[in-house]
């Protein structure tokens, strides 16, 4: 079993900046991917950011390129979305996600364990 805790979520204006936390324990898997998920309200929950901890690869969605960093510290278990110059388009529930290399292509697979999720707010 895989516990994910994350947090670091709030209220931000157009062009500022945030980090959020992801906590991981329980089964520590040589390599796995760890995906940043978002769902803004009314909409499908979407992948935005992962990194393999296999080889720390980083993937990005086309919306968050140059603008979205995601991060790990591997002595901790501790994983980071670093997001600069928000959009009011970056709001929604920020969701955890930790499976299998095939996570990493930022869709939901079988085997997927899910935070709780942390809310992002994004205003002018």
């Known amino acids: 079993q895989v516990q994910l805790v994350e947090s670091g979520g709030g209220s931000v204006q157009v062009g500022g900046s945030l980090r959020l936390s992801c906590a991981r324990t329980g089964y520590n898997f040589n390599n796995h991917c760890v995906v940043w998920f978002r769902q803004a309200p009314g909409k499908e929950r979407k992948g935005v950011a992962g990194?393999?901890?296999?080889?720390?690869?980083?993937y990005y969605a086309d919306s968050v390129k140059g603008r979205f960093t995601i991060s790990l510290d591997t002595t901790t278990n501790m994983y980071y979305l670093h997001i600069n110059n928000s959009q009011p388009e970056d709001t929604g529930m920020y969701y955890c996600?930790?499976?299998?290399?095939?996570?990493?292509?930022?869709?939901?697979?079988?085997?997927?364990?899910w935070g709780q999720g942390t809310q992002v707010t994004v205003s002018s």
């Open positions: 990194i393999y901890v296999g080889n720390n690869n980083t």
């Open positions: 996600a930790s499976g299998p290399f095939r996570l990493c292509t930022l869709e939901p697979v079988t085997g997927t364990y």
